[in-house]
């Protein structure tokens, strides 16, 4: 299992991959936040009883898949997301009404930054999390939420494309894939044209959960 430490780390957590190597489905929309046939990525998940507490239910799963994800939420002080891990809309903002995916109370609960072509003011959402938009890049975003996590660590949240571009830069410490035993056929790939190997990652663990793998990914 992954330990904290007094350095902060870029982390990404609780990120669910296809056995052919997808993190997402196709043609994200309103419907299919997740893509087409996203959602079966993430069936392991939705059984946790920390996935139930999100949305203020009782009941859930315990067991190595609930203890990964509520050590997923452990020592975050900020998020990084993509524009489409925020919403559906493209382009500029037609205006202010879209406040992400998850209602009035998200499951952050600390500021979040959420990379985009088009500013938008920041806002605040009920229980804490403090939506700010950044037009400046990846590294850019990356200082702003190391800022603001006041010594925590800071979840890449995805999509694929965010956290394909933190890659790249070896901007990433370590990272936690969730393994799901489905093929989704199509849909944005996680490896797909990168050499993992030569960026300095390797898989440092492996755990067998009740719906998915736990794949453990550091930085040498």
């Known amino acids: ?41 993430h069936q392991w998940a939705f059984k946790t009883r920390t996935f139930h507490r999100m949305f203020g239910k009782d009941g859930g799963s315990t ?4 203890d990964f994800s509520e050590k997923s939420f452990e ?22 009404n879209w406040k992400g995916w998850w209602g009035d109370e998200p499951p952050y609960h600390v500021p979040v930054f959420v990379l985009t072509h088009h500013a938008r003011p920041s806002f605040t959402m009920q229980g804490g999390t403090v939506f ?17 996590a006041n010594g925590r660590d800071v979840r890449i949240g995805g999509g694929v494309s965010t956290i394909r571009q933190y890659m790249a830069a070896r901007l990433i410490d370590e990272l936690h894939l969730a393994l799901a035993p489905v093929f989704l056929g199509r849909g944005e ?11 300095g990652y390797r898989c440092t663990g492996a755990v067998a959960g009740e719906g998915a793998t736990h794949l453990i990914i550091d930085k040498a």
Not at 63 to 66: F, I, L, R
Not at 132 to 148: K, P, R
Not at 191 to 199: I, K, S, V, Y
Request: net charge negative; proline share 7%; aromatic share 8%.
């Open 132 to 148: 700010h938009f950044v037009t400046d890049g990846i590294e850019a975003a990356l200082d702003m939420a190391l800022a603001a």
């Open 1 to 41: 299992m992954m330990e904290e430490s007094a350095v902060p780390k870029v982390v990404v957590r609780n990120f669910a991959i296809s056995l052919d190597g997808y993190g997402a489905g196709p043609d994200q929309s309103l419907q299919n936040p997740l893509g087409v046939k996203g959602e079966e990525l």
């Open 189 to 199: 790939p996680l490896f797909e044209g990168m050499d993992w190997p030569a960026l």
């Open 63 to 66: 067991g190595t898949d609930e």
């Open 75 to 96: 020592n975050i002080g900020a998020w990084i997301l993509g524009r489409n891990m925020f919403g559906p809309v493209r382009g500029a903002w037609p205006d202010e």
